[in-house]
T-cell receptor, first 117, second 117 residues
Framework: DGGITQSPKYLFRKEGQNVTLSCEQN?????MYWYRQDPGQGLRLIYY???????QKGDIAEGYSVSREKKESFPLTVTSAQKNPTAFYLC????????????????FGPGTRLTVL | AQSVAQPEDQVNVAEGNPLTVKCTYS??????LFWYVQYPNRGLQFLLK??????LVKGSYGFEAEFNKSQTSFHLKKPSALVSDSALYFC???????????????FGKGTKLSVIP
């Protein structure tokens, strides 16, 4: 799982609660991503960030929010507006600082499994 | 828009036999293709990528993939399967431009590989 850490590994949320998932990387990567994984659906992009203090919505951003105050950190908040948050959440990062950065693979963290009680 | 299809939800193979996990893609322009592996409750690990050049790409753990432009395929292969290869495999294609020299990845839905002792 490289130099990306996610915490906690398991998280339980009650109805109506906001919860925040942590993602930290020590790879000195500029780009960071959040994905949601559901059985049989592959990975779907929630949010991504190419640089500090900037981020964009992915395909399924509704009910989620992010911040990027530091290069190393990209926390994801699952808000009460997300009606079906039970899923496996994966954070990833990639380089953008070389002329071949568009070919660079993404490196993934170990994931956080969120369950709504 | 870019897309990836993994036509088999599950592939079963006997230990020691060759394995193939199929992937087809649809892109506008040159395809940049990736394979990842995921073990249970873990993040994704990068196996290999095709950017340009030789159609046979060699990657980690003895895996290789064959790029076929006319068939728009990028099948993952291994000459002799191990029980430890049992995992979920994802094919991905470089997708939309994210800015600052980086691109999103579009993932297939995954293929579960089971290697039977």
């Amino acid at each position: 799982d490289g130099g990306i850490t996610q915490s906690p590994k398991y998280l339980f949320r009650k109805e109506g609660q906001n919860v925040t998932l942590s993602c930290e990387q020590n790879l000195n990567h500029d780009a960071m991503y959040w994905y949601r994984q559901d059985p049989g659906q592959g990975l779907r992009l929630i949010y991504y960030s190419q640089i500090v203090n900037d981020f964009q919505k992915g395909d399924i951003a509704e009910g989620y929010s992010v911040s990027r105050e530091k290069k190393e950190s990209f926390p994801l908040t699952v808000t009460s507006a997300q009606k079906n948050p039970t899923a496996f959440y994966l954070c990833a990062s990639s380089r953008t600082d070389s002329q071949y950065s568009s070919y660079n693979e993404q490196f993934f963290g170990p994931g956080t499994r969120l369950t709504v009680l | 828009a870019q897309s990836v299809a993994q036509p088999e939800d599950q592939v079963n193979v006997a230990e020691g036999n060759p394995l193939t996990v199929k992937c087809t893609y649809s892109v506008s322009g040159n395809p940049y293709l990736f394979w990842y592996v995921q073990y249970p409750n873990r993040g994704l690990q990068f196996l290999l990528k095709y950017i340009t050049g030789d159609n046979l790409v060699k990657g980690s753990y003895g895996f290789e993939a064959e790029f076929n432009k006319s068939q728009t395929s990028f099948h993952l292969k291994k000459p002799s399967a191990l029980v430890s290869d049992s995992a979920l495999y994802f094919c991905a294609v470089r997708g939309a431009y994210s800015g600052a020299g980086s691109y999103q990845l579009t993932f297939g839905k995954g293929t579960k590989l089971s290697v039977i002792p």
